[in-house]
């Protein structure tokens, strides 16, 4: 059962479609598990960039099946949008090649305008979601009020339904939110009229699709949407996403079984980012900060936020490596380093005094904490042209092989660049190589 986790090992826009889009040339399947279009990639190839919030990032090679699965909530406006943006740019995207698990849940105008509500009124505490819906479409699921995309299929127990989570939702909106914001059913109705004859041809059993796939020995990719530290129970709560982005939550988001789980990579960047509200203990607000925000490109996919920019963490990494079980670990972004005279690491947080063992559980207690770094000598060479690891800088390749010590886990690939060639393996990238031509 040749399968590969993708997943980020931070708080989000690791850079891990770019990892999947490259990590799938000899793949049959890539699949998402997990999230909404909050999620945001960008390839790059050839110099054009595409941009993904939904589709998964192996649909740009042409012999790759794509499913998006049951785990994943879907905005049936914004995967036409995206399906029709693919096409236009000549990317062959059919019900063959893209796959809608019937058991995922739809985001619909009501869920849009309570996030949006929510966020308005919490003021200066915003949990910094895109206000896209999707927190309220997975409390539908929790639940059980939820609509599924197999529901496309009996129009008139949906409208029924559909009504009453309309009247309930815009209750909710006016006297608990106090909001003047209003879904309007029969706009909601036209909507779901309009894209059901394009996505019904899509929608399939994906969890079959998937099993079928790993019990003839097909290289199924599983790509993961936003980052481990953001996970629903595991992340910086409250400020983290709606869904489990943990490698578990591959079986419960696919419908397979922990067992056809072989390797997981994790995808880190050489530094650390986070955008939106919430606790960051390495986190840069001077020049080199904005260093790293300007060479970096540090701006959202989906929101456009500029992101802010910290020292790797290596003690939210360990976290990570530990939650997800990672195998190995991708650094991208490495070129962003060059030029720094000196560059830091986070081997340890303290609070009152006391060294922690792990991140706090609180968010309160997470921004108090104080990190200790290690200092390393930067390095002046531009990695452009780097084709082989030994090729890399003293000091690059130092700096990588301290965080595979401090973490316990080897880094193995190394991304400097957004096309897929500036892509490197080291040694221990066996099991990965077989996904790649």
Not at 91 to 102: A, C, F, G, T
Not at 154 to 170: C, D, H, V, Y
Not at 257 to 264: A, L, Q, R, Y
Request: net charge negative; proline share 3%; with cysteine.
């Amino acid at each position: 059962m040749p399968s590969l986790v993708v997943i980020g090992a931070q708080w989000g826009d690791e850079g891990k479609g770019k990892l999947v889009d490259y990590l799938t040339s000899n793949a049959d399947v890539v699949a998402r598990f997990q999230g909404g279009n909050n999620a945001g990639h960008t390839l790059v190839v050839d110099g054009v960039k595409t941009k993904l919030s939904l589709v998964p990032s192996g649909i740009l090679r042409p012999n790759t099946r794509c499913v998006i699965g049951a785990g994943v909530v879907v905005d049936p406006e914004v995967l036409l949008n995206e399906i029709r943006m693919l096409q236009e740019a000549g990317v062959d995207v059919n019900p063959s090649r893209l796959v809608l698990d019937r058991n995922a849940h739809l985001i619909l105008d009501y869920h849009r305008l309570i996030d949006q509500a929510r966020e308005d009124a919490r003021g200066d505490r915003k949990i910094g979601t895109t206000r896209s819906g999707i927190g309220p479409a997975y409390e539908d699921r929790a639940s059980r009020t939820g609509i599924r995309l197999a529901e496309l299929n009996s129009m008139e127990e949906l409208r029924e339904k559909l009504a009453e989570n309309m009247k309930q939702r815009n209750l909710y909106l006016a006297r608990v939110l106090e909001s003047e914001l209003q879904a309007n059913f029969e706009e909601q109705w036209a909507k779901l009229e309009r894209v059901r004859s394009v996505i019904l041809p899509y929608i399939g059993n994906a969890s079959l699709l998937l099993y079928n796939a790993l019990e003839h020995e097909e290289k199924v990719v599983f790509e993961g949407a936003q980052g481990t530290l953001l996970d629903q129970t595991f992340g910086t709560f409250p400020y983290v996403t709606s869904s489990n982005t943990i490698a578990g939550a591959v079986s419960t988001g696919c419908g397979i079984g922990p067992g056809s789980i072989d390797h997981v990579l994790g995808v880190a960047k050489a530094y650390t980012t986070r955008v939106g509200q919430g606790p960051f203990p390495t986190e840069l607000r001077d020049q080199v900060g904005q260093y790293l925000a300007e060479k970096g490109a540090e701006f959202g996919t989906v929101t456009g936020r500029q992101r802010r920019c910290g020292w790797f963490d290596a003690v939210a990494m360990r976290r990570a490596v530990r939650l997800s079980g990672v195998n190995a670990l991708a650094i991208t972004k490495l070129d962003v380093l060059c030029g720094l005279e000196k560059i830091k690491i986070c081997i340890k947080y303290k609070l009152n005094g006391q060294e922690l063992e792990d991140v706090p559980a609180l968010a309160s207690e997470l921004e108090k904490v104080e990190p200790e770094y290690i200092e390393f000598d930067g390095w002046q060479d531009t990695l452009e042209g780097v084709t082989k690891w030994h090729h890399l800088p003293v000091n690059a390749r130092f700096y990588l092989s301290t965080i595979s010590e401090i973490i316990g886990c080897p880094v193995t690939i190394v991304s400097f660049g957004a096309e897929r060639e500036s892509t490197i393996f080291s040694s221990g990238a066996s099991y990965v190589k077989n996904f790649v031509k």
